[in-house]
């Protein structure tokens, strides 16, 4: 039976899209060790739930439907470039959020949570809402100058004409295919947040 690498996001509006994109061309110049995510697939992560066959994506995205139809949706700010774990030892980089992160965070654990009985764990880390941008390379080091580049922009975009904010209405359950070129993703499912 075959399997489909599967996870749950929020998409990018044109606005967020625009101001990651914009935060990679600020970041590319100051390293060569990370991949950087192509714009096409930047989105809001909630949860990856890995392989999954089409009965369980089945049930994951009914599950992701009550849950969606029962969360209020809200508005979220893009706000500040950072890194995991630290922008000192930065593996990940990300867009984070602002005002409307808390409402993301319940939206994230409610999902979280109608998943678990499904075999899907909790993670163990607390959850920060944010938009990957790019990762480090294994064993690479990205130098200092990436560090000193994500310092400047913590508070970005709101220095390039203030707050970015998106309409947070909709969860949608993405199937990545791995190829040569990178991952490409396909919507599974949508999934409306409630009024």
Known sequence: MSKTRTFIAVAAVDAVHAAAVGA???LAGA?????WVEPENLHWTLQFLGDLDDQ???TVCMRVRRVAARVPAFTMQADGVGAFPSIQRPRTL???AGDGGEEFCRLQREIEDALLDLGF???N???VPHLTLGRASRGGNPGPLLSERLAKLANYPAGDGGP???AVDE???FASELTREGPHYHVLATAPLGD
């Open 24 to 26: 990679i061309e600020r």
């Open 31 to 35: 390293t060569e060790n990370v991949k």
């Open 56 to 58: 369980e994506m089945a």
């Open 94 to 96: 990300w867009l984070g």
């Open 121 to 123: 764990r909790a993670d």
């Open 125 to 127: 880390r607390k959850f």
């Open 164 to 166: 970015v904010a998106q």
């Open 171 to 173: 969860v949608t359950v």
